[in-house]
């Protein structure tokens, strides 16, 4: 069978919420090639980092330890990336900046 008459059918089945033909003719490519699952597999490139307990102690030590610091010097210093210190000086240990004083706590 066609891709093209397979994409007719699911449209025909699934009304408008079919997928565009383009992405669908790549799955039914991929399914010839012989990927039968459509779970992503894993992909090259920079994995995002969660903060860890040993992260969040470092983080804070930096910072408690000089309240000047920004995101930008503490990712340098502790070789993780920006988002990442940013998670846990925000989210995790709840630093807000302040301009005058460097960081407090929330």
């Known amino acids: 069978m066609k891709p093209a008459e397979i994409f007719g059918r699911m449209c025909a ?3 408008g919420t079919c997928r565009n033909r383009l992405s669908f003719y790549a799955c039914v490519e991929k399914f010839r090639e012989g990927h039968v699952s459509f779970v992503d ?3 090259s490139g920079r994995p995002i980092e969660f903060p860890t ?3 969040k102690e470092r983080v804070e030590e930096l910072i408690l330890s000089d309240r000047r610091f920004n995101i930008n010097e503490i990712s340098d210093a502790l070789n993780v990336s920006v988002g990442t210190v940013h998670r846990t000086v925000h989210d995790t240990l709840q630093f807000l900046k302040n301009v005058r004083a460097g960081f407090r706590k929330f």
């Open 53 to 55: 307990d040993a992260l």
């Open 41 to 43: 597999e894993p992909r």
């Open 13 to 15: 089945q699934c009304g």
